[in-house]
C-alpha cells in the first residue's frame, strides 16, 4: 500500500517569514495529493490540493508543489501569520477503480511565533 | 455552503458496549468514507462507500461494521468495544468517485470508551 512520509514534525517560524514543509510517497500510481490543516480538536480542512497533471498550484500565500519523478511534494507557506499555527497534514490518493482512501502523512506542527 | 454532518459530537462508553455512528454527507455527494484519528497521530482510513456499496476497506477491525443507505447517510457500527478505540472519527464526503476528488471531512465524533 501507499506509504507517505512527511518532514519535519515540527516547525517553528517568525510571523511573516515563509514555511516549507515536505513530503514523499512511494506509489507511483498515486495522483491526488491534498494538504489538510487541523486545528486541536477540530476537523482537517482542506487547504490546497494538487493532480499529477500539474507540478504547481498556489491559492494567494499558500503554494504546492508536485514532483512525480521524484515522488515527492510541498508545501509552502508565506507570509506566515499567527493563526496558521495548526498541525498540517500531506496526503496522497489514487490505485486504480473503485474508491480512493486518502493516505496521510504524520504531520507537521507550525507555530508561527508573533 | 452545507457542509458533512456526523452524530453524535460526542460519544462515551463503557468497555464492551456498542456504538453508533452517523454521516450526513453534502447534499449530492455519492461517495462517503471513514477515519480513525487517535491522540497526536494522522487520520487512518477504515472504509468507504461509493453509491451505496463498499468501495474500499483499510484497517477498519472485525468488531466494526458499516453501510450507506438509500439517502446516502452511512453509519458505523461498533461493537465489544475497547479502550483502545477512544478516538476521533471522521466522515468524509465526495462527489463523483474518482481517485482525484477532493474529501471534505465532518467535525468529527469524539468516542471515549471507559
Known sequence: ????????????????????????????????????????????????????????????????TLNKTAKHFSLHITETQPEDSAVYFCAASGRGAGSYQLTFGKGTKLSVIP | AAGVIQSPRHLIKEKRETATLKCYPIPRHDTVYWYQQGPGQDPQFLISFYEKMQSDKGSIPDRFSAQQFSDYHSELNMSSLELGDSALYFCASSLGGSSTDTQYFGPGTRLTVL
Open chain 1, 1 to 64: 500500500g501507499e506509504n507517505v512520509e512527511q518532514h519535519p514534525s515540527t516547525l517553528s517560524v517568525q510571523e511573516g517569514d515563509s514555511a516549507v514543509i515536505k513530503c514523499t510517497y512511494s506509489d507511483s500510481a498515486s495522483n491526488y495529493f491534498p494538504w489538510y490543516k487541523q486545528e486541536l480538536g477540530k476537523r482537517p480542512q482542506l487547504i490546497i490540493d494538487i493532480r499529477s497533471n500539474v507540478g504547481e498550484k498556489k491559492d494567494q500565500r499558500i503554494a504546492v
